[in-house]
């Protein structure tokens, strides 16, 4: 495993509120995740110190004294900065600061950064920089509530009395560029569209991989992309660290046989994730949303893989994608005591290892039978002077058998109903259950074909 090199130390605060709903498993998984998100910003963890409260406190978060617990400590171990669990409120973050006398960060702030220094393409890019500036401009608005214009006279003799705070003028500049980003995004969601009307036009099924960070996704997608593509332009970052993928990948994997699919590579999910950038990566998730079938990918080894799965479907209901079919996938079965007997199919439930052969094997007859679910076998007679129907299904189809009569091509396949519907002028007869009729010999000359 590659060593973290990291550029500063953090004191972690946490409040575990008495009697909400989160029980104290939840919040201590809360504080490990804070730790992991830390890391994935190169932040080293210094210590921990947390509290136990009723309520937060509506100035400091968390008590007087455990806040001056938290500056001793930081102070102590030299830390650069403090990090705490929750979002913190504009007037919480200023009186800690000045209570601590270092940076301060919320969870929110840190994933933010996290995404800042992942994304590589112009989208994510402006997606990232829309949601940093949702999450600023209340802050600024609402430290600084007073630092409005301030008008005079109407007419020439206008005036604006004592001038803009130089706050209100950062207020403004953030409003103006979020309406730049706005129309940006506007622009890339268009080419995005165009080019998913494009795959669909090509009727080649769609495949999304979801689940929180670091389940395994990126790993899966580089052994499909290993088996089957073999490119090595075409993988994807892949590392043992929250969101170490960002950007949304899309790759054709070719099984053989005219039975491709589209694999996408979405950002991971997370407890706590911000809504700023779930609406602000709304349009690289429409990707989900237009998916033929999702692979739930889950990290069967954590303890806490229950949670996190129910986030990922909580989120996918919020995007609007909870009713696509769904595989179930529990990876890294391997490191898992409870999973030993892998890899095995239950259903849509699969336990497998995305690293081993067997399993990804196992993947992929699971993604082929559900994605070509709505295929028909179907015989097809195509006169000569009509060979780009042929050709088309040859290409387009699953071929099963293909013999030249006098009268033409007989084609023996297996097709998506809208291509039986296209060519069915070319159809022969069927059987009622709508098999295929029985053939009379292939070009090899065997007799039958089921």
């Known amino acids: ?16 509120l008495a009697g909400g709903t989160d029980p104290k ?25 947390t509290q136990r409260l009723e309520s937060v406190h509506k100035g400091l978060y968390m008590g007087k004294g455990k806040v001056q617990e938290i500056r001793e400590v930081a102070q102590r171990l030299e830390a650069d900065l403090v990090l705490f669990d929750n979002a913190l409120t504009p007037s919480q973050l200023r009186n800690l600061q000045d209570e601590i006398g270092k940076p301060v960060m919320d969870r929110t702030s840190l994933i933010l950064d996290i995404f800042e220094s992942r994304a590589r393409t112009r989208e994510a890019k402006l997606q990232v920089e829309t949601a940093r500036l949702q999450y600023l401009l209340p802050r600024l608005v609402g430290m600084h509530e007073a630092l409005t214009r301030q008008g005079g006279t109407s ?9 803009e705070k130089k706050l209100e003028l950062d207020r403004r ?25 494009r795959r669909q036009a090509g009727k080649i099924p769609l495949v999304a991989l979801v689940g929180y960070t670091n389940a395994g996704k990126s790993t899966i997608m580089n052994a499909m992309v290993d088996a089957y593509v073999q490119d090595e332009e075409k993988r994807v970052l892949e590392e043992d660290m929250l969101f170490a993928t960002l950007d949304t990948s899309v790759r054709r ?5 005219n039975q491709d699919f589209l694999l996408s590579d979405t950002v991971g999910f997370i407890h706590k994730l911000p809504h700023d950038l779930v609406k602000a990566f709304r349009s690289t998730l429409e990707e ?28 996918l209901g919020e995007l609007g994608a909870g009713d696509i079919p769904m595989l179930t996938i529990y990876n890294k079965a391997d490191l898992s005591e409870s999973f030993k007997d892998y890899p095995q199919r239950k259903g849509d439930k699969l336990y497998l290892c995305a690293r081993e052969e067997e399993s990804l094997r196992l993947l992929t007859e699971a993604i082929l039978e559900k994605v070509y679910a ?20 040859m290409e387009n189809a699953q071929v099963i058998s293909r013999r030249y009569t006098q009268e033409g091509t007989e084609l023996a396949v297996k097709c998506h109903k809208m291509d039986k519907n296209k060519f069915a002028e070319y159809t022969l007869l069927a059987e009622p259950d709508g098999q295929a009729c029985r053939a009379q010999g292939d070009e090899r000359g065997k007799g039958t074909v089921e």
């Open 1 to 16: 495993m590659k060593q973290i090199e990291y550029t500063e130390r953090a004191v972690l605060a946490g409040a575990e």
């Open 173 to 197: 500049r953030i409003e103006h560029r979020l309406t730049e980003l706005k129309k940006e995004l506007e622009e890339v969601t268009v080419e995005r569209r165009v080019q998913r009307r």
């Open 25 to 49: 498993e939840e919040f201590e998984r809360s504080m490990e995740e804070l730790a992991n998100l830390a890391k994935a910003c190169y932040i080293e963890p210094a210590a921990v110190v």
């Open 253 to 257: 994997i070719n099984t053989g046989n």
């Open 288 to 315: 989900v949303q237009n998916a033929d079938l999702l692979l739930h990918v889950a990290d069967c080894s954590d303890p806490f893989y229950q949670e996190q799965m129910k986030t990922t479907l909580d989120t």
């Open 374 to 393: 709505d295929w028909v076998e179907y015989r097809f007679l195509i006169p000569f002077e009509k060979g780009n129907v042929a050709t088309y299904l």
């Open 155 to 163: 007419g020439s003799m206008s005036s604006r009395g004592s001038g």
